[in-house]
């Protein structure tokens, strides 16, 4: 194998597909990167490739071939190696079990490992339906926050996604905060009804990272068997994973039909307000919010802690309520809306808050809900 490809196109491939490779193998071949250099009815490109067995990610380059062949080598070395390399032309070519990377004055000889004990790839699902990519990024960021990081409860650490025809909803909890978004999409199948629950770091690294291109396309296969799958491609890269299995919690049941207080405030005021007075607070300490007619103050500390007090103008419609939140959930559910002030809704200081945007003039309801569990304060 021998081919000559620009180091920022290598580079970045390289990185793409390395994000995928497992931090501990199960085997050592997992840790290597598949370079398979061909001439298709594409041209002349190298394919990068890693696979862990639940995540799968591919990417496709222009190069210019002089030998094709297919090698693997590790693929964190790989990426170290391709990122520190000099703006120039890359040579990567084979020297008998060796792969030599040259570029400008600097040469890497690195070993390879076995192809033939590589696994197959699996094959992407067939297509589901289209979505713009920046919109979907935007989406999968503001609801993969209140995913569950707890290993030990799977189906927490998900996004579901929902489908039911031009509508996708995604929604995710880890028991003390739900987000919920809803877009547009194009489906393949206008009948199309269908659940799955994607791994939420799998989902927010692939959303981000498919952006280069207009659109995602997005392929669901087996949701209901249990050997589900789901395929994101974009920008010419492509990536699958595993579905999660376990009984989602009813999720709508929880959001709140109706309130009696509801309270806008500025969003960036009131989000450095919250960081300020929060530095006080010791880990899992209440952030205490105190809500009147024209006014809310943040207050943290009690006693013979440290205390901070401060106070900022807010509309306020209804009853005036006095509730306590976990402040780094409160700063995650404001960083989420994208509106420059912040709708808290309310029944009473026990149930949970809904936080979204405020709506544009004439324009329709926030499509983002943040649910956020308050903290009971002792009497």
């Given at each position: 194998m021998k081919f000559r490809?620009?180091?920022?196109?290598?580079?970045?491939?390289v990185a793409?597909?390395?994000?995928?490779?497992?931090?501990?193998?199960?085997?050592?071949?997992?840790?290597?990167m598949l370079l398979d250099a061909s001439e298709g009815e594409s041209g002349?490109?190298?394919?990068l490739s890693s696979f862990d067995y639940e995540v799968s990610a591919q990417v496709s380059v222009e190069i210019d071939i002089e030998e094709p062949g297919t090698v693997l080598v590790s693929g964190r070395?790989?990426?170290?190696?391709?990122?520190?390399?000099?703006?120039?032309?890359?040579e990567i070519s084979t020297d008998g079990a060796k792969v030599v990377v040259a570029c400008g004055s600097a040469k890497f000889t690195l070993l390879t490992l076995p192809v033939e004990d590589y696994p197959t790839l699996p094959e992407m699902p067939g297509l589901t339906g289209s979505i713009g990519s920046d919109a979907f990024a935007a989406a999968v960021s503001q609801v993969a926050v209140a995913a569950g990081r707890d290993d030990t409860l799977p189906m927490l650490t998900g996004v579901r996604v929902e489908i039911e025809g031009d509508t996708v909803t995604l929604a995710s909890t880890d028991r003390?905060?739900?987000?919920?978004?809803?877009?547009?999409?194009?489906?393949?199948?206008?009948?199309?009804?269908?659940?799955?629950l994607v791994p939420a770091k799998t989902l927010h690294d692939t959303a981000k990272s498919l952006t280069s291109g207009a659109e995602v396309a997005?392929?669901?296969s087996g949701a209901d068997t249990g050997e589900g799958m789901i395929g994101f491609e974009g920008g010419g890269r492509r990536t699958t994973t595993r579905l999660l299995d376990g009984e989602f919690p009813k999720y709508r049941a929880l959001l709140p039909d109706s309130f009696d207080t509801v309270a806008e405030v500025q969003k960036s005021e009131f989000l450095e307000a919250v960081k300020r007075v929060s530095l006080v607070a010791e880990r899992n300490t209440?952030?205490?919010?105190?809500?009147?007619?024209g006014r809310l103050v943040l207050e943290a500390g009690t006693g013979d802690e440290a205390q901070a007090v401060e106070a900022l103008d807010a509309v306020l419609e209804g009853e005036d309520i006095q509730i306590a939140f976990n402040s780094a959930f409160l700063i995650d559910g404001l960083n989420a809306i994208d509106s420059d002030v912040a709708r808290?809704?309310?029944?009473?200081?026990?149930k949970p808050a809904i936080i979204t945007g405020k709506p544009v003039d004439d324009a329709p309801a926030s499509d983002y809900r943040y649910l956020i569990m308050p903290v009971r304060l002792s009497s």
């Open positions: 490809v620009e180091r920022d196109v290598l580079a970045d491939a793409w597909t390395a994000r995928s490779l497992p931090v501990r193998p199960s085997v050592p071949v997992l840790a290597g002349q490109r190298l394919k070395l790989l990426a170290e190696i391709t990122r520190n390399l000099p703006p120039q032309t890359v003390y905060r739900l987000a919920v978004r809803e877009l547009t999409w194009k489906p393949e199948n206008p009948e199309l009804s269908a659940v799955a997005i392929a669901l209440p952030l205490r919010l105190d809500f009147s007619e808290l809704q309310f029944t009473t200081s026990t």
